[in-house]
Structures are given as C-alpha cells and as structure tokens.
C-alpha cells in the first residue's frame, strides 16, 4: 500500500518526519565508497554482501573438525581406544591425509585439526590416534587426537611456524 505519498519509499520516511517540509535544501548525492560501484549505474551497483562459502563455489565440507564435531562424538572418541599406524600423505595446503592402520584395513581420514603436537605429519611418521566417525551415515572413520610417536627418518619435518627440521 502506498498511502498516497509521491516518490520512492525513502522519501516516505522524510515526509512523516517533516524534513521534506522544511526550506533547507536536499542534501547533494554522497560518492560511491567502494572501489566496486565507481562507474556504475545505480541500479547495477554491486550489493555488499556477507562472505558465503558457497559463492565462488567453495562448497563447505561435511566433515567434521575438531571445531564443527560434536560434544557427545568427542567423548566417545577419547574414551575410545588407541591405534597405532603410519602417516600415507598429508597435505598441508589441502588440510587433510591418510592414515594407514598397523593391523591392516582402509585407509582413515585425518583432518588438520586433529593433530597434536608441533610437526606437519608427513609420509612415514608413526603415528598414535583415536578413531571418531564421520557422519552423516556414520559409515566411514576420522582419525582424532592424532599424535606423532617417531619421525620418519631422513625427511625434513615442518613445524606449524614454519621452521624446518631434518630428522
């Protein structure tokens, strides 16, 4: 509903507040304030908006990290028993690797959240972790409370700072 009123609903505003009644003139346009909009039309000016991270096709993962996993999924893990394996790969940039189990079995999946300690894992590192599931069907399994027991040797490690260290 309208009520009436002449111009854009901005000025509705102006009116029931008297400011459009006064003698003083209207205020000259402001300049654009952001380097997005100059040379553009007002009804092309670009919206600001929130960062989404599904713009730019950065779909949000649907695993869980030590951020995002829930407080019951937590306990169960701590409470669960030990493993033993060997990191495969891990890939710093990417945030995420491979664990390969001692006994056997698939490969687990290991989230950058999940490791303790001061060094990047890299292939080869003995490793001692907890096993969590990853929903939503709870089918496969995350490493959590990851923990390098034994360098491999002859690699150069990273600590997350950023120094290098030969083993």
Known sequence: MRWGLPGPPWRWLRLREG????????????????QASVGLLDTQRARDRSPSPLRGN??????????????SATVRASQGPVYKGVCKCFCRSKGHGFITPADGGPDIFLHIS???????????DEVTYKMCSIPPKNEKLQAVEVVITHLAPGTKHETWSGHVVSS
């Open 19 to 34: 400011s459009a009644m006064s003698s003083e003139p209207p205020p000259p346009p402001q300049p654009p304030t952001h």
């Open 114 to 124: 999940d490791v303790e300690g001061e060094y990047v894992p890299v292939e080869g």
């Open 58 to 71: 950065m779909v949000p993962s649907p695993l869980p990290t030590r951020r995002t996993r829930t407080f």
